[in-house]
């Protein structure tokens, strides 16, 4: 693997203070970022920030530390819009995460939309939190659910599009990267077939908004899903990007204050969006640091954190293609795949792969990765997963290595 970056990796490392420590011993290489990734000191302190100096409730109040939250508040919404190339921040809803704006879309639009015999067209990949909201979303309303399968190189099984979607499909939901394959799907690609026959589009963006340039326009979906704790903000806030023309068509998700504008004993009307789906008091801190979370990324450049990764991956599947044992899943080319690696080691359970692992100051993930359909799939019941970051380096993925090896010996 080339040495040379974009980006001075080692620099920003020292940016993250979590990765100076060390655990058992060991320098930490923390390869688990797809679960959700480390902080930088300026988001962490940005959200100090706000507790400390001007904490008050958004929208709500006239004294200086509310207008001052307000202010911070609204401008990270404008800064999440501008980093996915939406035309309007009022296209942005403040969520808890992915998983919450799935929902949202579930409940509010397709409890509007969707009646019996209606089509749900899913992928096999799909995390837990694009399947089990429109399986509840079609037990409500009498629609039916499909899936389009993969090829034996785990992407997804595109032929089978055509044949799958007709004039009852009414919502396609796909994951724009697989948390386990890594595979990248051609989203733009599958929402252009998917409009021909009058279906609307929902791109669960969690692995791909923190790791590539996105830009709405581009994927042509009609809403993009995302979590700020993958992205280098928070937990506790995610996001929401529907089209201003479907969200103004949808009803409520929660109800509540901040959500109305006239509340009378038997009726209420609906504030504009987006604050109509941001009921009760937001993630208000969080937002803000998400906000500022998108100013280091910009300050690194999207393109750069994405060459990165196609490095680290391309020299990770070299490397682990190397170990004696170890089954890769997932497309064998970098460029087809993401820098989520997810793989079995004969003989050997992924839980005590991931143990062994942490012995050496290793953090990687085991197990089923919220993607049940997709194991049985593969006729695993697990498997340990390595996913990689801005501040990965290839040294650590040697370690990966090394660890795997040492797995292997003591378990033959």
Known sequence: ??????????????????????????????????ASSQKPRHVIDCLEDYYRRYNANVHRGVYKLSEEATF????????????????????????????EALNLVAQSWGGANLKPGDRILLTLMEHH?????????????GAVLDYIGLDGAGRLALEQLDQKLDERTKLVAVAHQSNVLGTINPVAQIAAR?????????????????HMPVDVKNLGCDFLAFSGHKM??????????????????MPPF???????KVVELEQSSYADIPARFEAGTPAIGEAIALGEA?????????????????????YALER??????????GPDSATERGGSLSFTLEHVHPHDVASILDGVGVAVRAGHHCTQPLHRHLNVPATTRASFYIYNLPEEIDRLAAGLDKARKLFM
């Open 1 to 34: 693997m080339s040495q040379l970056t974009q980006f001075d990796v080692l620099a920003l490392r020292r940016e993250f203070p979590i990765l100076q420590q060390e655990v058992n011993g060991h320098r930490l290489a923390f390869l688990d970022s797809a």
């Open 72 to 99: 911070a508040f609204e401008r990270a919404r404008g800064k999440v819009a501008r980093f996915i190339g939406a035309a309007s921040p009022r296209e942005v809803v403040f969520t808890r995460n992915t998983t």
């Open 129 to 141: 939190s694009n399947i089990v909201p429109w399986q509840m979303l079609a037990q409500r309303s």
């Open 194 to 210: 998917a409009h021909a026959v009058g279906a609307v589009v929902v791109v669960d963006g969690a692995q791909s908004v923190p």
């Open 232 to 249: 280098c903000g928070p937990t506790g806030i995610g996001v929401l990007w529907g089209r201003r023309s479907l969200l103004e068509a």
């Open 254 to 260: 929660l109800g509540g204050g901040s959500m109305i």
């Open 294 to 314: 998108i100013d280091f990324l910009d300050s690194i450049g999207m393109e750069a954190i994405f060459q990165h990764e196609l490095e680290l991956t391309s």
């Open 320 to 329: 682990l293609g190397a170990v004696e044992g170890l089954q890769l899943y």
